[in-house]
C-alpha cells in the first residue's frame, strides 16, 4: 500500500470538501441565522487540515486497486467526519454520533434522519444538510464509473457505457467521456426539476433543498412530515416523476439525446425497472383504495409516489406509509432490496443484478432438460462473462448475509423484527425511512450510540457495493510499504 | 412425456400407501376408536385406483428426466391427497382443504398444523397423522439419493456418499447401496430414540409419535402446547439430541460406523452446522436469560431444545418462544433459512449450499486483489464445478424470490409482517411454526383456503427442492407423445 498517495488524495478531498461548504455559509449569512460561523469555523478546519495533508507527500504514482479502496473507504468516512462538523458547532446536533450519523446519511444519499423536529433548524444548517446528497450522488456517479470498474467489484463490470470490451489504452479518456456525460446529466435533470417546482409556485429555497434530495436520491425532508406538508399534486408529481427519472441509468439520456431512443427502449435493466413500478403502483393503489381510500385517483397519486420514492432509494414521502395494509408495505419493503439501476444516484441491489439473477434461476430451470447445454447469460444481446456473473451472485448473497445479521444486531434494542429489518434494508439500501420504529413519521434518534455508528457502517456498505468497504479490512491492503518513502 | 410409465409407477406409489395405512387401522381398533372404519375405506379406495393405475398401461422403459419430475410432483400431490381420507372420513378435519393442507404438511414433514385442539383427536388419526412424518422422510432420502442426483437440481450433485465421478454403468448400483444406508440409519435412529423415550416414562404411544416426528424432521405434536406438555429435563435433552442428529448428512453415520471416524469429523458441512448450533443456542441462553429467565441452565435447556428444533426444521415446542425477545426470535429466523444438512430429511436452504455460498462470497473479496487468479471453490477437499455452483446460487435466489413474493401474497390475510414472512418461511423450509399469527400457540387454522392451499404448495416446493416442482410447469415437460401407445 503506497500510504502517501492516499494520503494526498484524501487532502485534495478535504480541500474540495470545504469550498462545497461555501455556498451554506452563503445562505447563513443571508439568512442572518447564527449557523454562520459554525460553517465558517468548519470551512477553516477542513481546509487547513486538507492542506497539510496534500502537502504531506509528494507521490506521483499510479493508483493501484489497493489503494483505490483505500481512498474510496477513507474517504467517505473522512469527509463524513469534517461534514458533521457545522452540525457540532451550531448546536443543531450536539451529539458527534448523531452528527456523524446524520452526514453519512447525506453523502451516502440514504436520508435517514436522527433530527426529531427539522422545522426548527436554521435555513444554513438544513441547506449543507441537502446539499450533502446533491455532493453524495456527484460523488457516486465518480465511483460507479472510475472506481468499480478497476476494481471489477460485485459484477459491477457490466456497467459500461459505450463500446464494450475495454482496452488498457483506452479506459483513461473513456472514464473522462463517461464521467462528463454523466454529471451533464445530473445538471440538466437538476436544473429542469427547480425550473418546475418553481413554476408550481414552491418558494426557491425549498425548490433547491428538495431537488438536492430527489436528483441525489436522498430524500432528506425540510418538513416534519416530508412532503405532506405541501398539499399540490403538481408538486407530488414533479417530484415523483424527477425521482423516478434519478433512478434510470444516466447515460441512457446521452443515447437519448444521440438519437439512439429504439436501443434506449430495448435496454432490459430500464424494462424491468419501469416494468417493476408499474405493477408496484398498480396493486398498491388497488390494496390502499380498498381498504382506506375514498378516491382511485388519490390512492394512484399516493401510490405512484411511494413507489417512485423507494424503488428509487429516495425515502421522501407524502403520506405515513407505516399505516397502509401490510401488503402494500411488503412490495414496498421488497423495492428496497431492488433499487434503481446502475449508473444512477439511486442504492439498493439495483436492477441490472436482479436481471441477471433471474436469468440465472431461467437457465438452471433449462438445464434440468438439456444438461450437457452451455447456455450464456445475455444482457441486451451481449453475452455476460461467468466472472460477472459469480460477481454478481457474491453480491446478492453478500447483500442478504449483512442484511440478516444486521437484523439481528439490530434487533438487541429490544425493537420488534418488523423495525429491525426494515432499519437495516432501508440504511443499507439508501433508502431512509422503514417501518414502525423507523416508520416515515419517527426518526433514527431513539437507536443507541452503538446502533447509530452500526447503521451508518450499512449506508457505506450499501454505497460502496459492499465489496470496496469489505475488501478494506484485508490485512493484505495494509501490507507492503508501512510507511511511504519520503522523497 | 410418456404417460403410462407415470402413471404406472403413480398406482404402485397409491398401493404402497395403502398398506402404509394399515397400521394406523390396527391402532385405532386397538383402542376402539370410532375412526377405524374410515381407514378401512380409506384403504380400500387407495387400493383400488392405486390398483387400477398400476395395470392400465404396460411401458417397461426407463425413466427419463421428464418422467422422474412428472412422478415426483405428482406423486406427493397425490399421495397428500390420498392420505388426506382418513381425516376427512372420520370427521376429525371435515374440510377437504384443511385435510390436504394437514397431509402434505405431514407428507413433507413440516409439522404446520390447522387442527386447534389435537388432543381431542382419536389415537388412530393421531398416529397416521404422525407416520405421514416417518413415512415423508423415508421418502426424501429415495428423492435425495435417486432423483435428485439424476436431475442435477439446484447443485445437488454435491451430495456424494462414496467415490465421486458417476459413471454411467455404475449408478444403479451405488443408489441402491446409498438407499439401503440411508435406510438402515434412519431406522437404527428411530429404534434408539423409541427405547430412550420409554426409558424415560413415555408411554409407548407417545413414544412412537414423538419419535417419528423427530427423525422425520417433522413435528406434528400430540399435545396442544407440543413438547411443553412433558416437564421433564430428560425428555428434552433426548428429543434435542435427535433432532440434532436427524438433521446430520445420514451417509456420515455409515462412515463413523466403518471406523472413518476422521473424516467425519473433518465434514465441513457437520462443522458448520454444528457451529451454527453452538453460536445460535450460547446467544439465545444469554437473551432469555438477560431477559426472562432465573436460571441460566433452564435458558440453556430451552435455547437448545428450540434451536436443535428449527435448525432441522422439526418445529417441536417446549416454550413459546414467539415471546422471546426479538433478538432470539431474529436468531431462530435465520435457523430457519440455513436447514439441516443435505442427505437427512431437514428442510431449509442446507449447509452444503450456505457452504458454497460463503466461499463464493470469501473468493469474490479474494479477486479484488488477485483479478486475473482462478479460484476453484472446494468443500472436504474436493473441487466444485462450475455447474454445481451455478445450481447452488440458482437455487439460492430462488429460495429468496418464492419467500419474498409468497410473504407479498400471504400478507393479503391482512396479517402483519411477521406473521407473514415467518409463515412462508416456516412452510418453504418445511419448519411448522413461525411466529405470531402462526407462533407455537397458535395454528394455521385462521388462514382462508386460498392461502392454506399457497401454503401448501410452499411446503412441496421447499420439501422437492424448488426445481423439481417448478421445472414441472414448463410446457416441454407435458409436449411429445400425448398419448401414450397403448400396447
Known sequence: ??????????????????????????????????????????????????????????????????????????????VSVFGALPFVFSGTIPSW????????????????????????????????????HWIGGMGILVFTVAILPMLGIGGFQIFKVESPGPTADKIAPRVRDTAKILYTTYIAITILEILLLVLGGMSLYDTLLHTFGTVGTGGFGIKNTSLGAYDSTY????????????????????????????????????????????????????DIYTIMYDSFGLALRDSFFQTSSIITTTGY?????????????????????????????????????????????????????????????KVDGRSISDETVAGITSFFVLYIIIFILGTIIISLEGI??????????????????????????????????????????????????LFTLIALFAPKVWKNEILPKNR
Chains 1, 2 share one sequence.
Open 416 to 465: 420488534d423484527f418488523e423495525s429491525s429489518a426494515s432499519a437495516v434494508a432501508a440504511t443499507l439500501g439508501n433508502i431512509g425511512p422503514g417501518f414502525r420504529f423507523v416508520g416515515p413519521s419517527t426518526t433514527y434518534s431513539q437507536f443507541s450510540d452503538a446502533s447509530k455508528l452500526l447503521l451508518s457502517l450499512f449506508m457505506l456498505l450499501g454505497r460502496l457495493e
Open 1 to 78: 500500500m503506497n500510504y502517501g498517495v492516499v494520503i494526498k488524495i484524501l487532502g485534495y478531498l478535504l480541500l474540495i470538501e470545504s469550498a462545497l461548504m461555501v455556498p451554506s455559509l452563503l445562505v447563513a449569512l443571508h439568512y442572518e441565522g447564527f449557523d454562520w460561523t459554525s460553517f465558517l469555523i468548519s470551512i477553516l478546519i477542513t481546509a487547513v487540515v486538507g492542506f497539510i495533508m496534500s502537502r504531506s507527500f509528494k507521490y506521483r504514482e499510479n493508483i493501484q486497486a489497493k489503494e483505490g479502496l483505500a481512498i474510496v473507504g477513507s474517504g467517505w468516512f473522512l
Open 97 to 132: 454520533t448523531d452528527a456523524f450519523f446524520e452526514t453519512v446519511s447525506g453523502f451516502t444519499t440514504t436520508g435517514a434522519t436522527i433530527i426529531d423536529n427539522v422545522e426548527i433548524l436554521p435555513k444554513g444548517i438544513l441547506f449543507w444538510r441537502s446539499f450533502t
Open 317 to 377: 414521502s407524502t403520506v405515513d406509509f407505516d399505516r397502509w395494509p401490510t401488503f402494500s408495505k411488503a412490495i414496498l419493503f421488497l423495492l428496497m432490496f431492488v433499487g434503481g439501476c446502475a449508473g444512477s444516484t439511486a442504492g439498493g441491489i439495483k436492477n441490472i443484478r436482479i436481471l441477471v439473477l433471474l436469468k440465472i434461476v431461467k437457465r438452471e430451470i433449462s438445464k434440468i432438460f438439456h444438461p450437457r447445454a452451455v447456455i450464456p447469460i
Open 235 to 286: 408538486i407530488h408529481l414533479v417530484i415523483g416523476i424527477f425521482m423516478m427519472f434519478s433512478g434510470v441509468n444516466f447515460s441512457l439520456y446521452y443515447s437519448f439525446f444521440k438519437g439512439k431512443w429504439r436501443e434506449v427502449l430495448k435496454n432490459e435493466e430500464l424494462r424491468q425497472y419501469l416494468g417493476i413500478i408499474i405493477i408496484a403502483v398498480v396493486l398498491i393503489a388497488l
